[in-house]
């Protein structure tokens, strides 16, 4: 059974902190992304990963970095959390021949206080 | 980044009603996919479609994709109170990798 997991289902920061969301696959996949999810405005891409240390800015990657160490994990970094960053962030991951299938994680609801 | 208008943004029907809902794209995409989002969890597929016309079903859901090649159908027959979350489009354009995702359709049933 596919599993991506992500390290807090909820977390509360202050502004300023700096923040990691960690993901982990166990399915050997080579691609990795992160999205963050908010009302009306759908799933929009912050970063993506094809391959271990090897990433690639989205549609948002203003105030974001990323970090892929080992193939199955991707971790999200906010440098200096701010109010504007309160969210629901997904990861996911899929097979380089299967890009049609991405497989989500549960997701991380981020409160920045 | 690509924009995709899904629409209705939300809907709210009774058990046993059929649903329908739609994405457009302003550009042509190559492939169209259909995810499902239960509260608390992430979004999971259901239903992807890779060529103009084409028309795709997955038990009660049935999915098109546009002749224009800029939209993209969704429709459930029968509702049930476990169809309920929030429904999701994405595509793929003719360049690049990327998948972009429309902004949702929340459907709550009523039994």
């Known amino acids: 059974d596919v599993k991506v997991t992500q390290s807090s289902r909820y977390l509360v920061k202050r502004t300023g902190e700096k923040v990691f969301l960690e993901c982990v696959q166990d399915?050997?996949?080579?691609?990795m992304f992160w999205y963050r999810q908010d009302p009306g405005l759908g799933l929009r891409l912050i970063y993506f990963s094809y391959d271990v240390k090897m990433k690639e800015k989205g549609d948002i990657p203003e105030g974001y970095s990323v970090s892929r160490e080992k193939k199955e994990r991707f971790s999200l970094i906010l440098e200096s959390a701010s109010t504007n960053q309160t969210s629901m962030y997904l990861c996911?991951?899929?097979?380089?021949?299967?890009?049609?299938?991405?497989?989500f994680g549960p997701g991380t609801r981020l409160l920045v206080l | 980044g690509q924009q995709l208008n899904q629409s209705p943004q939300s809907m709210f029907i009774q058990e046993g009603e059929d649903v329908s809902m739609n994405c457009t794209s302003s550009s042509i995409f190559n492939t169209w996919l259909w995810y499902k989002q239960d509260p608390g969890e992430g979004p999971v597929l259901l239903i992807a479609l890779y060529k103009a016309g084409e028309l795709t079903s997955n038990g009660r859901l049935t999915a098109q994709f546009g002749i224009t090649r800029k939209d993209s159908f969704l429709n459930i027959s029968a509702s049930i109170p476990s169809d309920v979350g929030i429904y999701f489009c994405?595509?793929?354009?003719?360049?690049?990798?990327?998948?972009?995702f429309g902004t949702g359709t929340s459907l709550t049933v009523i039994p």
């Open positions: 399915m050997d996949h080579e691609n």
């Open positions: 996911a991951s899929n097979q380089m021949a299967n890009q049609e299938t991405q497989y």
């Open positions: 994405a595509g793929q354009p003719t360049t690049g990798n990327q998948f972009y």
